[in-house]
Protein backbone atom coordinates (compact mmCIF):
# COMPACT_ATOMS: atom_id res chain seq x y z
CA UNK A 1 0.00 0.00 0.00
CA UNK A 2 1.53 3.75 -0.56
CA UNK A 3 2.40 5.49 2.12
CA UNK A 4 0.16 8.11 3.24
CA UNK A 5 0.89 12.21 3.22
CA UNK A 6 0.14 12.50 6.70
CA UNK A 7 1.13 11.67 9.93
CA UNK A 8 0.11 11.65 13.28
CA UNK A 9 -0.80 15.41 14.95
CA UNK A 10 -2.87 15.66 17.58
CA UNK A 11 -3.67 13.19 20.28
CA UNK A 12 -6.19 12.42 23.53
CA UNK A 13 -5.02 10.81 26.02
CA UNK A 14 -6.90 8.56 28.80
CA UNK A 15 -4.74 8.31 32.25
CA UNK A 16 -1.25 6.75 30.62
CA UNK A 17 -2.51 5.45 27.75
CA UNK A 18 -2.88 7.50 24.26
CA UNK A 19 -6.57 6.76 22.93
CA UNK A 20 -7.41 8.68 20.04
CA UNK A 21 -5.28 9.92 17.29
CA UNK A 22 -5.54 12.97 14.47
CA UNK A 23 -3.31 12.60 11.06
CA UNK A 24 -2.44 15.90 9.45
CA UNK A 25 0.45 17.77 7.04
CA UNK A 26 1.72 21.01 7.17
CA UNK A 27 3.07 23.48 5.11
CA UNK A 28 5.01 26.57 5.97
CA UNK A 29 6.32 28.54 2.84
CA UNK A 30 8.04 32.08 2.31
CA UNK A 31 6.55 34.54 -0.09
CA UNK A 32 9.50 33.36 -2.69
CA UNK A 33 8.85 30.27 -2.68
CA UNK A 34 11.07 28.89 -0.25
CA UNK A 35 10.00 25.50 2.05
CA UNK A 36 10.91 26.94 5.11
CA UNK A 37 9.03 23.84 7.96
CA UNK A 38 7.05 21.20 7.03
CA UNK A 39 5.47 18.14 8.81
CA UNK A 40 3.68 15.11 6.82
CA UNK A 41 3.99 15.59 3.29
CA UNK A 42 3.99 19.37 2.07
CA UNK A 43 2.90 18.18 -1.32
CA UNK A 44 -0.55 16.56 -0.25
CA UNK A 45 -3.15 17.59 -2.52
CA UNK A 46 -6.66 18.70 -0.77
CA UNK A 47 -9.37 21.26 -1.34
CA UNK A 48 -8.93 24.38 0.85
CA UNK A 49 -12.84 25.09 1.32
CA UNK A 50 -13.82 28.60 2.64
CA UNK A 51 -9.56 28.85 3.41
CA UNK A 52 -10.00 29.83 -0.57
CA UNK A 53 -12.11 32.95 0.05
CA UNK A 54 -9.53 35.43 -0.06
CA UNK A 55 -8.18 34.56 -3.30
CA UNK A 56 -11.69 34.02 -4.67
CA UNK A 57 -12.37 37.66 -3.96
CA UNK A 58 -9.19 38.85 -5.42
CA UNK A 59 -10.53 39.62 -9.31
CA UNK A 60 -13.49 41.95 -8.29
CA UNK A 61 -11.08 43.73 -6.06
CA UNK A 62 -8.12 43.87 -8.21
CA UNK A 63 -10.91 45.27 -10.83
CA UNK A 64 -11.86 48.17 -8.76
CA UNK A 65 -14.81 46.82 -7.32
CA UNK A 66 -14.74 48.58 -3.95
CA UNK A 67 -14.70 51.44 -5.31
CA UNK A 68 -17.15 50.83 -7.82
CA UNK A 69 -19.77 50.40 -5.46
CA UNK A 70 -18.01 52.44 -2.59
CA UNK A 71 -17.25 49.37 0.02
CA UNK A 72 -15.94 49.74 3.26
CA UNK A 73 -12.86 47.61 4.21
CA UNK A 74 -15.70 46.14 6.67
CA UNK A 75 -17.70 45.22 3.69
CA UNK A 76 -14.66 43.91 2.18
CA UNK A 77 -13.85 41.78 5.21
CA UNK A 78 -17.35 40.28 4.92
CA UNK A 79 -16.64 39.16 1.36
CA UNK A 80 -13.86 36.85 2.79
CA UNK A 81 -15.43 35.39 5.71
CA UNK A 82 -17.49 32.63 7.19
CA UNK A 83 -19.17 34.65 9.55
CA UNK A 84 -21.20 33.21 12.06
CA UNK A 85 -24.65 34.57 11.16
CA UNK A 86 -25.12 37.20 14.03
CA UNK A 87 -27.35 40.18 13.47
CA UNK A 88 -24.29 42.28 12.69
CA UNK A 89 -23.11 40.48 10.46
CA UNK A 90 -26.46 40.00 8.35
CA UNK A 91 -27.07 44.14 8.80
CA UNK A 92 -23.47 44.39 6.95
CA UNK A 93 -24.94 41.97 4.58
CA UNK A 94 -28.03 43.60 3.59
CA UNK A 95 -26.01 47.11 3.61
CA UNK A 96 -23.74 45.61 0.81
CA UNK A 97 -26.43 44.62 -1.41
CA UNK A 98 -28.37 47.33 -0.66
CA UNK A 99 -25.42 49.16 -2.16
CA UNK A 100 -24.64 46.92 -5.33
CA UNK A 101 -28.20 45.78 -6.06
CA UNK A 102 -27.80 42.18 -5.03
CA UNK A 103 -31.08 40.58 -3.26
CA UNK A 104 -30.60 38.49 -0.71
CA UNK A 105 -33.08 36.13 -3.15
CA UNK A 106 -30.14 36.02 -5.76
CA UNK A 107 -27.89 34.15 -3.35
CA UNK A 108 -27.13 30.38 -4.28
CA UNK A 109 -25.78 29.23 -1.25
CA UNK A 110 -28.25 27.54 0.74
CA UNK A 111 -29.49 27.93 4.57
CA UNK A 112 -27.50 25.63 7.36
CA UNK A 113 -28.13 25.48 10.78
CA UNK A 114 -26.09 28.34 13.30
CA UNK A 115 -24.25 27.59 16.01
CA UNK A 116 -23.76 30.82 17.61
CA UNK A 117 -26.49 30.56 20.89
CA UNK A 118 -27.21 33.94 21.30
CA UNK A 119 -28.10 34.78 17.78
CA UNK A 120 -29.96 31.34 18.20
CA UNK A 121 -32.01 32.30 21.23
CA UNK A 122 -32.61 35.91 19.56
CA UNK A 123 -34.09 34.46 16.44
CA UNK A 124 -36.19 32.00 18.59
CA UNK A 125 -37.41 34.78 20.11
CA UNK A 126 -38.64 36.98 17.61
CA UNK A 127 -40.27 33.93 15.52
CA UNK A 128 -37.68 34.09 12.83
CA UNK A 129 -36.16 31.68 10.48
CA UNK A 130 -32.87 30.90 9.00
CA UNK A 131 -32.40 32.42 5.49
CA UNK A 132 -29.40 32.38 3.61
CA UNK A 133 -27.97 35.76 4.30
CA UNK A 134 -27.22 34.24 7.87
CA UNK A 135 -25.16 31.46 5.75
CA UNK A 136 -21.53 31.39 6.49
CA UNK A 137 -20.68 32.87 2.55
CA UNK A 138 -23.50 34.72 2.00
CA UNK A 139 -20.69 37.77 2.42
CA UNK A 140 -18.62 35.57 -0.61
CA UNK A 141 -21.60 34.99 -2.74
CA UNK A 142 -23.02 38.77 -2.59
CA UNK A 143 -19.36 39.70 -3.57
CA UNK A 144 -19.66 37.64 -6.47
CA UNK A 145 -22.98 39.03 -7.53
CA UNK A 146 -21.94 42.38 -7.08
CA UNK A 147 -18.93 41.50 -9.61
CA UNK A 148 -21.35 39.41 -11.99
CA UNK A 149 -23.66 43.17 -12.09
CA UNK A 150 -20.33 45.33 -12.44
CA UNK A 151 -19.64 43.17 -15.81
CA UNK A 152 -23.18 43.42 -16.77
CA UNK A 153 -22.89 39.35 -16.84
CA UNK A 154 -25.27 37.10 -16.26
CA UNK A 155 -26.38 36.22 -12.39
CA UNK A 156 -28.52 33.36 -12.60
CA UNK A 157 -25.53 31.06 -13.29
CA UNK A 158 -23.33 32.52 -11.39
CA UNK A 159 -22.09 29.73 -9.60
CA UNK A 160 -21.32 27.85 -12.40
CA UNK A 161 -17.85 26.71 -13.13
CA UNK A 162 -17.88 27.63 -16.63
CA UNK A 163 -19.47 30.95 -15.70
CA UNK A 164 -16.47 34.07 -16.73
CA UNK A 165 -16.35 35.26 -13.17
CA UNK A 166 -15.67 31.68 -11.73
CA UNK A 167 -13.00 31.44 -14.92
CA UNK A 168 -11.56 34.49 -13.59
CA UNK A 169 -11.17 33.56 -10.02
CA UNK A 170 -9.99 30.03 -10.73
CA UNK A 171 -7.06 32.36 -12.98
CA UNK A 172 -6.37 34.59 -10.36
CA UNK A 173 -6.01 31.73 -7.56
CA UNK A 174 -3.73 29.27 -9.78
CA UNK A 175 -1.70 32.31 -10.58
CA UNK A 176 -1.11 32.98 -6.97
CA UNK A 177 -0.62 29.49 -6.58
CA UNK A 178 2.30 29.46 -9.15
CA UNK A 179 0.50 26.40 -10.80
CA UNK A 180 -1.14 26.32 -14.32
CA UNK A 181 -4.60 26.38 -14.19
CA UNK A 182 -4.92 22.49 -15.50
CA UNK A 183 -3.57 21.60 -12.28
CA UNK A 184 -6.30 23.04 -9.67
CA UNK A 185 -8.47 20.12 -9.12
CA UNK A 186 -12.06 22.25 -9.46
CA UNK A 187 -14.72 20.11 -6.90
CA UNK A 188 -18.43 22.14 -5.48
CA UNK A 189 -18.00 23.43 -2.03
CA UNK A 190 -20.72 23.26 0.66
CA UNK A 191 -21.98 26.63 -0.71
CA UNK A 192 -22.37 25.23 -4.52
CA UNK A 193 -19.39 27.60 -5.40
CA UNK A 194 -16.62 26.04 -7.52
CA UNK A 195 -13.85 25.44 -4.85
CA UNK A 196 -10.17 24.35 -5.27
CA UNK A 197 -7.80 21.53 -4.93
CA UNK A 198 -3.81 21.97 -4.58
CA UNK A 199 -0.67 20.53 -3.14
CA UNK A 200 -0.52 22.22 0.62
CA UNK A 201 2.64 23.64 -0.51
CA UNK A 202 1.20 25.84 -3.35
CA UNK A 203 -1.69 26.83 -0.93
CA UNK A 204 0.65 28.17 1.54
CA UNK A 205 2.87 29.80 -1.29
CA UNK A 206 -0.81 31.36 -2.18
CA UNK A 207 -0.98 32.98 1.47
CA UNK A 208 3.08 34.42 1.78
CA UNK A 209 2.38 35.95 -1.87
CA UNK A 210 -0.82 37.40 -0.30
CA UNK A 211 0.70 38.78 2.72
CA UNK A 212 3.74 40.33 0.53
CA UNK A 213 2.86 40.36 -2.85
CA UNK A 214 6.15 42.67 -3.52
CA UNK A 215 8.09 39.88 -2.26
CA UNK A 216 6.18 37.04 -3.90
CA UNK A 217 6.80 38.80 -7.73
CA UNK A 218 2.66 39.26 -7.91
CA UNK A 219 1.74 40.83 -11.05
CA UNK A 220 -0.12 43.12 -11.97
CA UNK A 221 0.20 45.81 -9.70
CA UNK A 222 -3.45 46.01 -9.36
CA UNK A 223 -3.46 42.78 -8.07
CA UNK A 224 -0.85 43.76 -5.45
CA UNK A 225 -3.16 46.26 -4.59
CA UNK A 226 -5.75 44.27 -3.71
CA UNK A 227 -3.98 41.71 -2.07
CA UNK A 228 -2.80 44.52 0.35
CA UNK A 229 -6.63 45.67 0.53
CA UNK A 230 -7.51 42.27 1.31
CA UNK A 231 -5.15 41.66 4.05
CA UNK A 232 -5.62 45.21 5.56
CA UNK A 233 -9.84 45.16 5.83
CA UNK A 234 -9.50 41.02 7.45
CA UNK A 235 -6.74 42.05 10.45
CA UNK A 236 -8.74 45.14 10.95
CA UNK A 237 -12.24 43.48 11.13
CA UNK A 238 -11.41 40.02 12.46
CA UNK A 239 -15.38 39.92 13.90
CA UNK A 240 -16.41 40.41 9.97
CA UNK A 241 -13.93 37.18 9.09
CA UNK A 242 -15.26 35.38 11.87
CA UNK A 243 -17.32 36.04 14.86
CA UNK A 244 -17.99 35.63 18.66
CA UNK A 245 -17.61 32.04 18.39
CA UNK A 246 -14.09 31.94 16.15
CA UNK A 247 -10.83 30.75 16.71
CA UNK A 248 -10.02 32.92 13.44
CA UNK A 249 -10.81 36.31 14.88
CA UNK A 250 -10.12 35.56 18.50
CA UNK A 251 -6.33 34.70 16.89
CA UNK A 252 -6.29 38.01 14.61
CA UNK A 253 -7.65 40.03 17.79
CA UNK A 254 -4.95 39.00 19.87
CA UNK A 255 -2.34 39.16 17.15
CA UNK A 256 -2.77 42.40 16.14
CA UNK A 257 -2.40 42.79 12.58
CA UNK A 258 0.55 40.47 12.09
CA UNK A 259 -1.37 37.60 11.19
CA UNK A 260 -4.19 36.96 8.60
CA UNK A 261 -6.39 33.74 9.79
CA UNK A 262 -8.47 31.65 7.11
CA UNK A 263 -10.49 28.78 8.04
CA UNK A 264 -12.02 25.90 5.51
CA UNK A 265 -14.19 22.97 6.28
CA UNK A 266 -12.95 19.40 6.70
CA UNK A 267 -9.76 20.42 8.84
CA UNK A 268 -8.16 22.97 6.70
CA UNK A 269 -6.44 26.63 8.04
CA UNK A 270 -4.72 29.08 5.84
CA UNK A 271 -2.29 31.65 7.80
CA UNK A 272 -0.62 34.22 6.42
CA UNK A 273 2.32 36.12 8.56
CA UNK A 274 3.29 39.25 7.51
CA UNK A 275 6.76 40.52 6.47
CA UNK A 276 9.03 40.71 9.53
CA UNK A 277 6.94 38.35 11.99
CA UNK A 278 9.58 35.41 11.70
CA UNK A 279 12.37 38.27 12.39
CA UNK A 280 13.79 41.65 11.22
CA UNK A 281 13.42 42.18 7.32
CA UNK A 282 11.72 38.22 7.08
CA UNK A 283 9.54 38.15 4.26
CA UNK A 284 5.28 37.31 4.76
CA UNK A 285 5.06 33.61 5.23
CA UNK A 286 2.13 31.21 4.22
CA UNK A 287 1.04 28.28 6.26
CA UNK A 288 -1.56 25.22 5.16
CA UNK A 289 -2.11 22.95 7.41
CA UNK A 290 -4.94 19.63 6.53
CA UNK A 291 -5.86 17.49 9.51
CA UNK A 292 -7.17 14.37 7.16
CA UNK A 293 -10.18 13.15 9.18
CA UNK A 294 -11.90 16.32 8.93
CA UNK A 295 -11.37 17.43 12.76
CA UNK A 296 -15.20 17.24 13.42
CA UNK A 297 -15.99 20.13 16.00
CA UNK A 298 -12.58 21.57 14.98
CA UNK A 299 -11.38 19.66 18.05
CA UNK A 300 -7.62 19.41 16.92
CA UNK A 301 -6.95 22.78 14.79
CA UNK A 302 -6.72 25.91 17.05
CA UNK A 303 -4.66 24.04 19.36
CA UNK A 304 -2.28 22.87 16.21
CA UNK A 305 -2.00 26.38 15.02
CA UNK A 306 -0.54 27.36 18.59
CA UNK A 307 1.82 24.91 18.87
CA UNK A 308 2.50 25.69 15.37
CA UNK A 309 3.63 29.46 16.06
CA UNK A 310 5.52 27.83 19.23
CA UNK A 311 7.52 26.40 17.64
CA UNK A 312 7.97 29.08 14.89
CA UNK A 313 9.01 30.94 17.92
CA UNK A 314 6.38 33.66 17.30
CA UNK A 315 3.61 35.64 19.08
CA UNK A 316 3.71 34.31 22.24
CA UNK A 317 2.26 37.94 23.68
CA UNK A 318 -0.74 36.26 22.26
CA UNK A 319 -0.63 33.07 24.27
CA UNK A 320 -2.24 33.83 26.88
CA UNK A 321 -5.13 35.59 25.70
CA UNK A 322 -5.97 32.33 23.55
CA UNK A 323 -5.05 29.61 26.30
CA UNK A 324 -8.58 28.47 26.22
CA UNK A 325 -7.84 27.43 22.87
CA UNK A 326 -4.72 25.08 23.98
CA UNK A 327 -2.49 23.76 22.51
CA UNK A 328 -2.42 21.47 25.64
CA UNK A 329 -6.09 21.12 27.16
CA UNK A 330 -7.54 18.39 29.72
CA UNK A 331 -9.77 15.88 29.16
CA UNK A 332 -12.61 15.97 31.10
CA UNK A 333 -15.23 13.61 32.62
CA UNK A 334 -19.08 14.04 33.24
CA UNK A 335 -18.13 15.05 36.54
CA UNK A 336 -15.52 17.40 35.33
CA UNK A 337 -12.77 15.05 36.60
CA UNK A 338 -9.61 15.87 34.42
CA UNK A 339 -8.85 11.71 33.66
CA UNK A 340 -6.16 12.91 30.12
CA UNK A 341 -4.91 15.34 27.87
CA UNK A 342 -5.43 16.54 24.10
CA UNK A 343 -2.36 17.64 22.80
CA UNK A 344 -0.15 18.40 19.43
CA UNK A 345 2.50 15.22 18.82
CA UNK A 346 4.18 17.26 15.91
CA UNK A 347 7.42 18.06 15.16
CA UNK A 348 8.36 20.27 12.30
CA UNK A 349 10.80 19.94 10.26
CA UNK A 350 12.93 22.59 8.71
CA UNK A 351 13.70 23.23 5.25
Not at 46 to 71: C, H, M, V, W
Not at 130 to 153: D, E, F, I
Not at 197 to 225: K, Q
Not at 295 to 304: E, H, I, M
Amino acid sequence: MPSSPYQPIYETTRGRIVESIHFGAIAVVEARGRLIAHYGDPQAVTYLRSTAKPFQALPFIQNEGQKFYDLSPRELALICASHSGTDEHVAVVRGMQAKTGVAEADLMCGVHPLDYEPTLEAMRQRGEVVTPNRHNCSGKHTGMLAYARMRQLPKEDYVDPSHPIQQEILGAFAEMCDLPVGQVEIGIDGCSAPNFAVPLYHAALAYARLSDPEVGCVEPPSRRAACHAIVDAMTAHPDMVGGPDSFDTSLMQAAGGRVLAKAGAEGYQGLALMPGVLGPGSPGVGIALKVSDGDARDRARPALVLELLRQLGILEATRDALAGYGPTLPVKNWRKLEVGQARPCFELGRG
